[in-house]
């Protein structure tokens, strides 16, 4: 790959992944909250550390819950994720019994529900910037050294910086 290249949503072969750099990384069980975006509310711009991201009606929200309530469930850390890969990315969370904390206590009361990543990542941390078109921005944006890029279940690209990397997936 160059830095003058953008990397879009494409078939990989994992032999493909793997001569790149490319390593798979298994999920870290974590509970994370999440509801569909209602047609009221669509489309919905959310700002993600480097790009903007557009939810469209159908899509579902991701919120990462931390262990306090915040003003409003729009302080979250918040991701789309298209329908149709959170239904073969997700699964309900299953540990019981759940004692959600008040964070969750609020963002169930905006009509989210428990779930957790049950799929995991092709990913590696880039030596040089690369440009990325992501599924929900309507822009490529440009990563810059020491990110992690990550292709998901079809072939989709997004990053993450290192914490949240950590915090996802298992090294």
């Given at each position: 790959m160059t830095t003058t290249q953008i990397l879009k949503q494409r078939k990989w072969t994992k032999s493909e992944l793997e001569t790149i750099g490319f390593k798979y990384y298994l999920p870290v069980k974590r509970l994370v909250m999440a509801r569909m975006l209602p047609e009221s509310e669509s489309p919905k711009v959310i700002d993600h550390t480097k790009e903007s991201l557009i939810a469209k009606t159908g899509d579902i929200i991701c919120y990462n819950t931390g262990e306090e309530a915040k003003?409003?469930?729009?302080?979250?850390?918040?991701?789309?994720?298209?329908?149709?890969?959170?239904?073969k990315n997700y699964k309900t969370w299953d540990?019981?019994?759940?004692?959600?904390?008040?964070?969750?206590?609020?963002?169930?009361?905006?009509?989210?529900?428990?779930?957790?990543?049950?799929v995991g990542v092709w990913a590696m941390r880039l030596e040089k910037p690369v440009y990325i078109q992501s599924l929900e921005s309507p822009d490529p944006v440009m990563l810059p050294e020491g990110r992690w890029l990550c292709i998901g279940s079809k072939g989709e690209p997004y990053h993450m910086n290192d914490e949240k990397f950590n915090e996802h997936y298992i090294i």
């Amino acid at each position: 790959m160059t830095t003058t290249q953008i990397l879009k949503q494409r078939k990989w072969t994992k032999s493909e992944l793997e001569t790149i750099g490319f390593k798979y990384y298994l999920p870290v069980k974590r509970l994370v909250m999440a509801r569909m975006l209602p047609e009221s509310e669509s489309p919905k711009v959310i700002d993600h550390t480097k790009e903007s991201l557009i939810a469209k009606t159908g899509d579902i929200i991701c919120y990462n819950t931390g262990e306090e309530a915040k003003a409003s469930i729009e302080d979250y850390d918040q991701w789309p994720v298209r329908a149709d890969l959170f239904k073969k990315n997700y699964k309900t969370w299953d540990v019981l019994p759940w004692k959600p904390n008040p964070a969750q206590v609020q963002l169930w009361k905006s009509g989210c529900k428990p779930f957790y990543k049950a799929v995991g990542v092709w990913a590696m941390r880039l030596e040089k910037p690369v440009y990325i078109q992501s599924l929900e921005s309507p822009d490529p944006v440009m990563l810059p050294e020491g990110r992690w890029l990550c292709i998901g279940s079809k072939g989709e690209p997004y990053h993450m910086n290192d914490e949240k990397f950590n915090e996802h997936y298992i090294i």
